[in-house]
């Protein structure tokens, strides 16, 4: 059965920095991998989502790797804002019967001025 | 291009109702999924339709269930409602094609409380 794990669970930095956010998965035949941002209270944003052949993805100050075989992938936001404080969540796409995405416990961020 | 469309957004119900919850995807996608989030289980998988058919459905009793119309738009139902159904209900649409998945999009969320 798939896990996904983030690490940290918390992360308060201030503007300006650089930084990285974690995810692990346990089994490595996925299909796809999917960050996204959720706000207070609000739905999912996609941020990137990277296919199980591709080894990074780039939107903007944002870099999404994979690497299958160690079960990881993280997300590197550059030049920190305020703006871009909220929860991240990783997601592993799985498709057997049909396509589904397990998700991490998500990384809070806090951008602080 | 209009995004997921969840309705209603916020409702309030007691032990023992049940409730509806309507999803419109984004046009042209045919693949509708539902996730349940809580703070305890965090996100998880609820069932997925794919041209008015159920194609998976994940660990949840018999009282959740769901259905597709021909115009891609789904609703899920939840009976007999419990206080742990209590969550915030999301809703994603997505390009599918035979076994080729796209990215999947959500709505904003239709936030259940159950007294």
């Known amino acids: 059965k798939q896990e996904v794990t983030q690490i940290p669970a918390a992360l308060s930095v201030p503007e300006g920095e650089n930084l990285v956010l974690n995810c692990s998965f346990t089994?490595?035949?996925?299909?796809?991998l999917q960050w996204f941002r959720q706000d207070p209270g609000k739905g999912l944003t996609s941020l990137l989502l990277i296919q199980s052949s591709q080894r990074e993805q780039t939107s903007g100050r944002l870099n999404a790797s994979l690497d299958k075989s160690s079960g990881r992938s993280t997300l590197y936001i550059a030049a920190s804002q305020p703006g871009d404080s909220a929860t991240y969540l990783c997601a592993v796409g799985e498709m057997d019967s049909s396509y589904k995405l397990i998700f991490g416990s998500g990384t809070r961020l806090l951008v602080r001025p | 291009k209009a995004g997921v469309t969840q309705t209603p957004r916020y409702l309030i119900k007691t032990r023992g109702q049940q409730v509806t919850l309507s999803c419109s995807p984004i046009s042209g996608h045919r693949s509708v999924s539902w996730y349940q989030q809580t703070p305890g289980q965090g996100l998880q998988f609820l069932f997925e339709y794919f041209s008015e058919t159920q194609r998976n459905k994940g660990n949840f009793p018999g009282r959740f269930s769901g259905r597709q119309f021909s115009n891609s738009r789904s609703e899920m139902n939840v009976s007999t409602l419990e206080l742990g159904d209590s969550a915030l209900y999301l809703c994603?649409?997505?390009?599918?094609?035979?076994?080729?998945?796209?990215?999947?999009?959500f709505g904003e969320g239709s936030r259940l409380t159950v007294l």
């Open positions: 994603a649409s997505s390009f599918r094609q035979g076994a080729i998945t796209g990215e999947l999009f």
């Open positions: 089994d490595s035949a996925i299909y796809n």
